[in-house]
Every structure is written in C-alpha cells, then in structure tokens.
C-alpha cells in the first residue's frame, strides 16, 4: 500500500520560523482535571495572588470588554474564596464564559486546589439627574436656603 504524504501532517518548520504555533485547545473540565491536584493547599499572599491575577488578564488582550471587568483584583476570603465585586449581570455573564479556565490557571499557579471565585453585584446609588429648571432651583436650595428669599423678593417663577 502506497502512503501518500498530504495525509499524513507534521509540525511545518515554515510555520515554526513564521511564529506560527498550533496549541492544543483543551476543554475547561479537562483543565479542571490536569490543574487541580486535590489536597493542594499551598498559602499563598494578597500581593502573589495579584500578581497572577494580573497576568491572566493581560491574556485577554483580544477581549477587552472581559479584560476590563476582570481589571479590579478579587479580595482574598476565608478558605481561599476570591470575592470578586462587579457592576452588573452583563458583566457576570462575562466572567462565568471564562470561570473554569480562570480558576484551573489559578489553581495550578498559586498551587491550591480550593480556589473558588464568587462574584458579588454591588449596587451602587445613582445620583437623579436633574433636568427642570424647578429640580435644579431645589437642589441650589439645598446648598443655599436664602435663594427662597431672592425668589420671592423678585417674584421669580419657573413654570
């Protein structure tokens, strides 16, 4: 039987010398598998995990809006939960599409298995935004109450 060599494919040293490298992609339960030794529990500090944070994030140039959330480093909680504050459900969606991977490289970085990443929405209060003249008159009034005085003395009205 005769081989024929189209079929059959190798590293090309072309593409090697062009920077081209195929990387096997492999799933995020496999990374789970390979990453997580189970009773690895080494200590690590704030400023390491920060460190390892911030290099995992530089990965993402390709995904700035997921780059950007991922931009503030997670608190360090109890029994090595990262507690990590963001603004909205968008951005939870976005950080849950890249969880396992994040995780597994984390566990495998720092060297402990009991890594988990929690995500917390913070409600922040929006100030109203004023658009009558009206609205605006009220809050000047909350910062000076003699503009009552002004109003009434020069019969002012704003309606």
């Known amino acids: 039987m005769k081989r024929i060599t189209r079929d059959i494919r190798g590293p090309s040293i072309k593409d090697a010398l062009a920077g081209k490298f195929e990387e096997e992609k492999i799933s995020a339960k496999e990374q789970h598998e ?7 529990t080494e200590e690590f500090t ?6 390892k944070w911030e290099s995992f ?3 993402l140039e390709s995904r700035p809006n997921l780059q950007s959330t991922l931009s503030n480093v997670p608190e360090l909680g109890e029994n090595f939960q ?3 504050d963001i603004d909205n459900s968008v951005q939870e969606d976005l950080i ?10 984390l566990r495998k970085a720092l060297k402990n298995s009991k890594i988990q990443l929690v ?3 913070s409600q922040v209060e929006k100030e109203k935004i004023i658009y009558t003249d009206q609205e605006k008159f009220m809050e000047m009034l909350k ?15 704003f309606g």
């Open 143 to 157: 910062k000076n109450p003699q503009l009552e005085n002004l109003k009434q003395k020069f019969n002012l009205d």
């Open 82 to 84: 990262l507690l990590l």
């Open 34 to 40: 390979i990453y997580s030794r189970p009773g690895e």
């Open 96 to 105: 849950n599409s890249v969880k396992p991977e994040l995780v597994s490289w």
């Open 119 to 121: 995500t917390h929405i």
């Open 46 to 51: 704030v400023e390491q995990l920060k460190e």
């Open 57 to 59: 994030v530089k990965k």
